[in-house]
């Protein structure tokens, strides 16, 4: 079992289920993560001319799944595939598609390096042994890649630096990079005519460090910029809850609000946990603070 949770323990699912492929708005197709091998959250937005991914997967068969869940659908040509960070659970299942992947200029140096990489067990396990790899991720990478001796990392053939914009055909996708304590690199997705925004995992917690950590000035600075949106529906990288304006506003204060607590009070602000969930925030805040 993974060591601790990104989002909240109270909306990981219970008994973790294959993606099922839902509607999430009128533009928007959501392939709902799957914990079992940590598959992330996945989405496709078509326009009138074209359609574009919203995350490229964690395998070659992970997005061949989406995609053939989206054929009864007949969407126009895939266009693009956009990447929100460099970790391998959002990244691996490039060579599915035959499109060009855009992702930020540091997520597409990251992904050089993990190509240059051995992916074998026993490279796997010096990496770990190292702290240069997670063991979680190690595990979940076993199972949901098997046989990686023709593992293809593929590059991201657009680069961007802060913003980029897709016009799909009268539906338009703002590509923003904001960073975070998840991934230096992380980017959001908003889908302007559906409201709609898909966040990846940036609000999570780091994960590669010694210890998962959250800053109070990162967790302040992306809370506001991610609620200056004023998206109506989100879609967050490992929750399988598509997030309605209220959950969104209520996900937002909860994050800041704990991270305002660490700031004035420190380690007292544990005395103030209001469940398991708040307290692991403020854990992760202290450690970050530390």
Known sequence: MMPTNRVPSSVVATNPTASRLQRASEHVWWFTPDERTDRPALAAVAGATSTALLEVGASVAHTASFLEALQPFRLPPLRAAVLTHWHWDHSF??????????????????????ASLDWSDAALDARVKAGEEIAFCRDMIRIEIPDRSDLDIVLPQIVFDDHLELDLGGVHVMIDHVGGDHAADSCVFCVVEDDLIVLGD?????LYAPEPFLTVASVQALTARVGAYGARLAIEGHDDTLLDGEALARRLADLSEAADRVDRLGDGALATARDDDDRETLEF???GRA
């Open 285 to 287: 805040l202290l450690t």
């Open 93 to 114: 299942g490039g060579a599915a598609l035959d499109v060009p992947i855009i992702a930020h200029r540091d997520t597409a140096a990251e992904l050089a390096h993990q």
């Open 202 to 206: 940036c609000l999570y917690q780091r």
